[in-house]
Structure formats: C-alpha cells, structure tokens
T-cell receptor, first 112, second 113 residues
C-alpha cells in the first residue's frame, strides 16, 4: 500500500464550481503538506504549503490538514478553465525539503 | 528571476546506453532534488544534494547516480538503460535543505527504445 493515496479522477466540473481534492496518508510522521499543480508537459508548480494541522487560504485556494484523520484537502473556489491541470499532493516527515512523498495526482478539467 | 533549467528537454536512447541529464537550480538555491515521473508510479524521489553532498537517496538501483557541483548545478546519470527507465525526470531546487518549497523545472523526457 502506498504511503500517500490520491484519487486519480479524472474530475470534470463546470466553470464556477467548488472543487475538492483529497489525499490520505499512512505515515504519522508527516508534518509538512504541499499541493502542486502540473500542467501538461510542464513541471509541478507549488500552490500551497502548510505545516501540521489547520487551514490555509490563498486567494481561491484553501488547504486543510487533519492529522488526526491523516487526511488533507485542497478546495478551489470559483473554478476557472485555467485551473484544468493535474493536482498533486505531497508531504514530508522532517525538515528535509528534497525528500517529499507525492500522491499520484488528480486530473481536473473545468469546462467553460 | 530565472527558474530551474533542465537540459536536454527530450531525448531518445536505446537499451544499454547511458544518459546524463543536467539541472541548473534557481540562483541562490543550494539544494537540488531529482524525481522520476511515470504514469504508473507517479513522482518518485531519486536523490537530493546539498552543498555537493548527497543527503538522501530513494529506492532506485545503483544504475542511477548523481552529483552536484560547487555552483549548485547538478547532473544525474543513468547507465545501462532499460525500457522501464522511460520517464519524465524532474529536477527541483530549494533555497535551503530545511524548507518545503520545491521549485521544479520542466523536466527531461527520456524515451528508451
């Protein structure tokens, strides 16, 4: 079983919808949680970075971490066609940035 | 500010050959990590370098190796290529080794025939 599980989708929503993306994990040592967005033929781009449990908001994006349930979420409000991409959750256990464990990614399509 | 630069972007090799991929991190970033991305396995950690020292290594065979130079630029090498090595190889840099913000390049897409 993988340390990080992410529903691969694909997920298709109409423009303006609220999107919920989720990951579960098994390693209780994970403390740092990230969400990346990856467009086709591009490298992943960091969207959100949170430490431990709680919520973090940045514009239309909100990241939630529930360490007790080993569950993290990314919410996208007022989704736009430009949000169509693959979203990857990632997490790591210590202060070492390089060794992150990634989910397999959820492919999102926002239809105009 | 220039991002992470990876070269070459695309390359085709045959089984048994070796390949070297290059990565120039964002100016001032001292940590460089390498990941392999495939449709079946997702993003898998290869290794991380900081100040020319390998700090972490993923679960890959010894055919995969890397190094970092004094200017923080990094190379990774894969010897005796196998069909299963076909993948997108991503390099990421971070300012220090203790921050979670990885900045990725666009990757080098390797096809092994």
């Amino acid at each position: 079983q993988k340390e990080v599980e992410q529903d691969p989708g694909p997920l298709s929503v109409p423009e303006g919808a609220i999107v919920s993306l989720n990951c579960t994990y098994s390693n209780s040592a994970f403390q740092y949680f990230m969400w990346y967005r990856q467009y086709s033929r591009k490298g992943p781009e960091l969207l959100m970075y949170t430490y431990s449990s709680g919520n973090k908001e940045d514009g239309r994006f909100t990241a939630q971490v529930d360490k007790s349930s080993k569950y993290i979420s990314l919410f996208i409000r007022d989704s736009q066609p430009s949000d169509s991409a693959t979203y990857l959750c990632a997490m790591r256990a210590n202060t070492n940035a390089g060794k992150s464990t990634f989910g397999d990614g959820t492919t999102l399509t926002v239809k105009p | 500010k220039a991002g992470v630069t990876q070269t070459p972007r695309y390359l085709i090799k045959t089984r048994g050959q070796q390949v070297t991929l290059s990565c120039s991190p964002i100016s001032g970033h001292r940590s460089v990590s390498w990941y392999q991305q495939t449709p079946g396995q997702g993003l898998q950690f290869l290794f991380e370098y900081f100040s020319e020292t390998q700090r972490n290594k993923g679960n890959f065979p010894g055919r995969f190796s890397g190094r970092q130079f004094s200017n923080s630029r990094s190379e990774m090498n894969v010897s005796t290529l196998e069909l299963g090595d076909s993948a997108l190889y991503l390099c990421a840099s971070s300012l220090q080794a203790n921050t979670g913000e990885l900045f990725f390049g666009e990757g080098s897409r390797l096809t092994v025939l």
